[in-house]
């Protein structure tokens, strides 16, 4: 009969960002040692750090995330990076561009939820 392997424990949240930051503050220091490492490696690793320490103070969220958490489509926050609010549509949430990665903070969701917000007076 076959062993199964062992899973490790689940981390709680801060402690699993604290590990990933410092994974990828490690993965740049190794790629920035090497004497061969080339611009595109370093960008990589820069990258990944910076997603990393983004996640980790503030819940980052990918776009199919953030487009779930709105409640609105991936295609209009990916019309909204690319030509702005037009035609008099709203305009999207802030957004981070990390290389070409785009990052939603949830802060910002949630302002912008915020903003977009309509409050109704009761029926008396």
Known sequence: M?????????????LKDVAAIRAASAAVNHVLARPDATPGEINAAIEAAVTAAVASTNEAMTEKDAARYIGMSR???QQ?????????KTPGPAFCKVGWRVIYLKSDLDAWLRIHRVARARAG
Not at 2 to 14: D, I, N, V, Y
């Open 2 to 14: 076959r062993k199964r392997k062992q899973r490790a424990p689940e981390l709680p949240s801060p």
């Open 75 to 77: 295609h209009y926050l």
């Open 80 to 88: 909204d990076r690319s030509k702005g609010a037009t035609g008099g």
